[in-house]
């Protein structure tokens, strides 16, 4: 089952589209989405279209986003260190 984000939770849209811009494949990234779905990968992003495309090279997957679905970015270590 999935589980929506509640308005707290949710980053707000300029600072998404700051942090995918300055990170843009540098480091692997986790993108928590409003639907509730996570994945992970190195980002590309393009600011003056809106839209993104994530590669996760492990899994041989990678799919286009839209930054009005996502609801927040991080490193993936952040995400590790919250976890453990």
């Not at 986003?65 to 993936?76: K, T």
């Amino acid at each position: 089952m999935v589980r929506r984000s509640s308005e707290p939770e949710l980053m707000a849209v300029e600072e998404i589209a700051k942090f995918l811009t300055d990170q843009c494949t540098k480091k692997v990234l986790d993108i928590r989405f409003k639907d509730g779905r996570l994945e992970s990968g190195y980002v590309t992003y393009a600011a003056r279209k809106g839209f993104g495309r994530i590669i996760d090279m492990p899994r041989e997957f990678s799919m286009n986003f839209n930054i009005h679905e996502v609801s927040h970015v991080q490193f993936q270590e952040e995400l590790e260190l919250e976890q453990g």
